[in-house]
């Protein structure tokens, strides 16, 4: 049984950052893809970065140059650095892994993932 559990939300002033994680449990494919998404209020879920098996990263137009998606294989757990943060950027977190390796175009996209963590809340005041 696949379980992913995040954590490291938190509330941060803008300009601020943090680090969140997911660890995988039950999870063990050797091709996969895996993502970070987000969802505010009133908003539907969004993706923010996701990471495949070989490396591979994409981003979010509204992310790139301030968060970076990364993975540790070892710990089965894997991160996203928050750097810069806006208050927009206030929303629930949630990780979400798929066990096939997505094509480019459809990693940011959530109906594509089977698997999905609970979330971490994410408060940035201005």
């Known amino acids: 049984q696949v379980q992913l559990v995040e954590s490291g939300g938190g509330s941060v002033q803008a300009g601020g950052s943090l680090r969140l994680s997911c660890t995988a449990s039950g999870f063990t494919y050797i091709y996969y893809s895996m993502g970070w998404f987000r969802q505010a209020p009133g908003k539907e879920r969004e993706g923010v970065a996701a990471?495949?098996?070989?490396?591979?990263?994409t981003y979010a137009d509204s992310v790139k140059g301030r968060f970076t998606i990364s993975q540790d294989n070892a710990e089965n757990t894997l991160y996203l650095q928050m750097n810069s943060l806006k208050p927009e950027d206030t929303a629930m977190y949630y990780c979400?892994?798929?066990?096939?390796?997505?094509?480019?175009?459809?990693?940011?996209?959530?109906?594509?993932?089977?698997?999905w963590g609970q979330g971490t809340q994410v408060t940035v005041s201005s």
């Open positions: 979400a892994a798929e066990d096939r390796r997505l094509h480019p175009s459809w990693l940011l996209v959530h109906g594509t993932y089977n698997y």
């Open positions: 990471i495949t098996s070989d490396g591979s990263t």
